[in-house]
């Protein structure tokens, strides 16, 4: 695996550390934003080496001193915060929902033991080690925020204005995007993918639409997605008509009387978007969404979600090693 040995500059200022993530799980982009003499970072990588090397690859932008002061966490997942745990003097700010979400995140220690102690003959254990055994997450300490806010805050790195825009529950309960007014810049966090079938764990889907149309109203000139190329509003426009598609294809599915897995199932075998990687997500989509329409009383947690995604990747890569299934 290829990492970026610098960071893209898409603004004056603002410059994106994008890992050519697609087609996997766990490399999100990072954005730096630098003004006089003062530096912040929107999201941290998934692990030590990932956070190592995006630091080698910043080093250049950094201000004299090289210190990042502020952390932005859009969300809670490990692919944008577990990096947190090496910038001990930052002050580190996601939403109080975040927090919130943080207390309840796998830590990096035990997304280990889950990734390389489970069993691989299995669908899940498979599926996990083939995503996620190339990371290695051992002496990663849980770091949370050190503050946290509700609704919107407004910050300033040098003379740079980031404004955090709360927009969950969403990807996640505790969804923030960075909006930088002068630069023309949004970072969406996970509400936004490029190139790949998207995952959301919160929902309902129609909260993922919403946070994509808050970005598309603030008129943004760069747009850069939790994973994934930057683009601009084009891109954005066309990811919500995706998103209000696959809405409507899970719904509809629903109201033919389809359980959750036939409905999936049906997703799949259609795949109305080849162009995308990762269509095992489209389970834990629809799950998700049928959750939030028949308001079930908890939303299944990830480990769940994800079991339904392994099981369809796992038929992909097995042709004739279905249970039951002589084909
Ligand atoms: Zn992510």
């Not at 993918?193 to 889907?205: M, N, Q, R, S, T």
């Amino acid at each position: 695996m290829d990492y970026p040995e610098r960071l893209i500059t898409v603004a004056d200022g603002v410059h994106v550390w994008a890992p050519d993530g697609v087609g996997t799980w766990g490399l999100a982009n990072c954005v730096l934003v630098t003004s006089r003499d003062e530096a912040a970072l929107v999201d941290t990588p998934y692990t030590t080496d990932l956070t190592e090397r995006l630091l080698a690859a910043a080093q250049p932008l950094l201000p004299p001193g090289g210190r990042i002061g502020t952390v932005v966490n859009t969300h809670a997942n490990g692919d944008h915060a577990y990096g947190n745990c090496h910038f001990p003097d930052a002050e580190i700010i996601s939403s109080e929902a975040g927090l919130e979400h943080a207390r309840n995140e796998p830590g990096p220690e035990q997304l280990h033991q889950l990734v390389h102690h489970s069993d691989r003959g299995t669908p899940l254990g498979w599926y996990l080690y083939e995503h996620f055994g190339r990371y290695d997450f051992r002496g990663m300490e849980p770091t949370g925020p050190t503050r946290t806010f509700s609704g919107e805050l407004t910050l300033t790195v040098g003379a740079t204005e980031l404004r955090l825009i709360e927009v969950g529950p969403a990807h996640t309960t505790g969804d923030v995007i960075v909006h930088l007014p002068e630069q023309g810049v949004v970072c969406t966090g996970d509400v936004y993918f490029e190139g790949d079938h998207v995952v959301h764990w919160a929902g309902p889907l129609s909260r993922v639409a919403d946070a994509v149309r808050t970005v598309l109203d603030l008129d943004p000139a760069v747009v850069v997605p939790g994973h994934g190329p930057v683009g601009g509003p084009r891109e954005l426009r066309a990811h919500l008509a995706y998103l209000e598609d696959i809405t409507a294809r899970i719904h509809a599915l629903r109201e033919q009387g389809r359980d959750a897995a036939e409905a999936a199932a049906e997703l799949l075998r259609t795949d109305p978007y080849p162009r995308l990687g990762m269509p095992e997500r489209l389970c834990i989509l629809t799950e998700l969404e049928y959750q939030h329409l028949d308001a079930a009383p908890t939303v299944a947690g990830p480990i769940q979600l994800v079991t339904a995604a392994a099981r369809a990747a796992f038929d992909r890569a097995h042709p004739g090693h279905r249970d039951g299934d002589q084909g």
